[in-house]
């Protein structure tokens, strides 16, 4: 019963934190509270929402990695003061993760959440510091959806799409025939993808493709392409989606 009602209060925190209306920091007011002291004197905590390749590859300076979809799971583990400011953040206003991030902290019962939303664009454009170590350069073709659209017509002589979206956002739709291994998966999954085939690599809105093209190429991928504007490009050309959890 006890076990019942804790499911039962969780589900009705998450719904109001869905109806929520989220709070917002910009990059002045933002960066100084950083300028104000070491990391480890914050009085708040920067939560950097996006995958880890991302992060290890840069992240605002003093930020900690906690991807959007363990949120739920491991916040907890990480802050224990429910009254702690934290700020989340990603990729700019077209990156949904730290809104996700930032609304299952709210449904965790945290009571002082904030997003980034101008994300990691805005404070690199504005020479505020980052850290991280980039992966070797490389600079794919991006080409649009309906040239790959044009492409996929040709079958197994046509190119392997490979979306790495988190699983959930797979699931919710996806472009058919497409292969999902979520970007911090790509390392241990690399002997699924094919050298001899050129990969296009789709996202949500296209900002995570490169930094995974950079790595495809690192483990000795040298045909790979990105989509351009993600699969939210591919919905603007009105080309088909199907929804994995319906069965079509």
Not at 54 to 69: F, Q, W
Not at 173 to 201: E, M, Y
């Amino acid at each position: 019963m006890k076990r019942l009602l804790c499911a039962m209060v969780l589900l009705a925190s998450a719904a109001r934190s869905e109806e929520s209306p989220l709070a917002f920091i910009g990059t002045a007011e933002l960066s100084a509270k950083v300028a104000a002291g070491p990391a480890a004197k914050w009085s708040f905590t920067l939560i950097d929402a996006r995958s880890r390749v991302e992060y290890e590859e840069s992240h605002i300076a003093g930020a900690i990695n906690l991807p959007a979809s363990q949120t739920q799971a491991l916040l907890p583990t990480r802050i224990k003061d429910h009254a702690r400011h934290i700020i989340f953040y990603c990729n700019g206003p077209k990156c949904t993760k730290s809104q996700k991030g930032a609304r299952a902290a709210m449904a965790l019962g945290y009571t002082s959440v904030l997003e980034y939303n101008e994300g990691l664009p805005a404070w690199g454009k504005a020479n505020l510091p980052i850290e991280g170590t980039p992966l070797p350069t490389f600079q794919p073709a991006a080409r649009s959806a309906t040239d790959i659209a044009r492409d996929m017509e040709k079958g197994s002589a046509g190119p392997f799409l490979l979306d790495i979206r988190d699983a959930s956002e797979f699931a919710a739709f996806h472009v058919s025939g497409a292969v999902n291994v979520a970007l911090d998966d790509i390392a241990s999954q690399a002997k699924r993808l094919p050298k001899g085939r050129t990969i296009v690599v789709m996202d949500h809105s296209g900002h995570q493709t490169l930094v995974a093209a950079r790595l495809l190429h690192h483990l000795g991928f040298d045909k790979v392409e990105l989509l351009e504007g993600g699969i939210l490009g591919w919905q603007q050309k009105s080309l088909p989606t199907v929804i994995a959890s319906a069965g079509r």
